[in-house]
């Protein structure tokens, strides 16, 4: 483990140093095919830094930020568009918004991305968010506490577990990121998650509920080129469809690339399939949305949410989880969640043991 934190120190130092030099140079090169060049020995290294990586948890996550975040924000910035442009007056500030899952406030006026950003309804008004953190805290906890009775527990159910627990982490994971992004450097940040286990709809969940810092840089990157494109060979009124298709297989592709860092073996494409899957499933959902405007056929909130989270559950269990079965990934994720446990309970009662025998020669002067 020391070893590992020793890599991932190195690799975070190299990105930063890369992060670095796109402040000072490709930034004063004028936008276009010019800066992209500049930024593409960038995009290479840190492409591979992941690479240096071998636990399950922080490989994942640097490529997240590192492959996925970061190089698609310096892909926009080679054109000036996007979080990074204008840059920023200081390089930490550029820094961070460049790599760390945080998405800047800002007054939009693009009339899709305010629909995009509807509020969310307060259908459970009775839950607080200090009530619903703590409810996601027990949960977080009954559920590692239950995989370890996994041998009596039905397959599917540990797969349930271990999605779960995903959730669960990245959710945490992204708001300690942004909660630090405040705290040090003082920005205002959007939510990265809008509670989507209360999402009515695939529009609901995908556009307004989860992980709503990385819809917005495949918004950019992905939907707006594409649409463009689309308005251009069909009418406006269907453009968006063709552009959601494309944005959910980029977002597939994107995930097999991430896992193919774990498992550095050739990608299976599930993961892009189960995108395909929602990206076509929400095109007909928009499409008839388009074609009962009036409100005919309307469902109550309560059956579209347990559909939908019917519909998630079952698309999962085929298409999203197998890859984490296979080779054994969750058992290689649970361990690795164990062991850290266990290093963090042992450094706490040392901790303590220290504290305790300074209290008593304190007192014993």
Request: hydrophobic share 50%; net charge positive; proline share 6%.
């Amino acid at each position: 483990m020391d070893g590992e934190f020793k890599n991932l120190l190195q690799v975070w130092i190299l990105a930063t140093t890369c992060l670095t030099y796109c402040y000072y140079i490709p930034s004063k090169i004028p936008s276009g095919t010019s800066r992209l060049l500049s930024l593409l020995p960038i995009f290479y290294l840190l492409t591979i830094l992941p690479l240096k990586l071998h636990t399950i948890h922080l490989c994942v996550f640097t490529a997240f930020l590192l492959v996925w975040l970061t190089n698609f924000k310096l892909l926009l910035f080679a054109f000036d568009q996007g979080p990074l442009s204008p840059p920023p007056s200081k390089l930490s500030h550029f820094i961070s918004i460049a790599c760390l899952p945080i998405k800047l406030k800002t007054n939009n006026t693009n009339p899709s991305r305010k629909k995009m950003q509807k509020p969310l309804q307060k259908s459970f008004p009775i839950f607080s968010r200090s009530t619903l953190l703590a409810i996601k805290v027990v949960l977080f906890v009954v559920l590692l506490h239950a995989y370890k009775y996994k041998q009596y527990l039905h397959q599917k159910l540990i797969i349930i577990i271990c999605m779960l627990y995903i959730y669960l982490l990245l959710e945490t994971v992204l708001a300690v990121c942004s909660a630090l992004a405040q705290a040090i450097l003082g920005l205002e940040l959007e939510p990265q998650f809008n509670e989507p286990y209360l999402s009515t709809s695939l529009q609901d969940f995908w556009g307004r509920r989860w992980n709503l810092m990385v819809t917005s840089i495949l918004h950019s990157t992905v939907y707006d080129p594409v649409r463009r494109i689309s308005t251009r060979l069909i009418d406006d009124k269907w453009a968006a469809l063709p552009a959601v298709l494309a944005t959910f297989a980029v977002s597939g592709v994107m995930h097999d690339i991430i896992y193919c860092y774990l498992t550095r073996a050739p990608p299976t494409w599930e993961m892009t399939s189960f995108f395909v899957l929602h990206g076509t499933c929400l095109t007909m959902e928009l499409a008839a949305k388009r074609e009962l405007a009036d409100g005919r056929w309307r469902l109550h909130p309560a059956v579209s949410c347990l559909l939908l989270l019917v519909f998630l559950l079952m698309s999962s269990l085929w298409l999203f989880s197998p890859p984490l079965l296979r080779g054994g990934v969750n058992e290689k994720m649970m361990r690795e969640v164990f062991t850290f446990a266990n290093l963090i309970k042992n450094e706490g009662i040392a901790l303590m043991k220290i504290l305790h025998e300074k209290t008593i020669f304190v007192f014993s002067i």
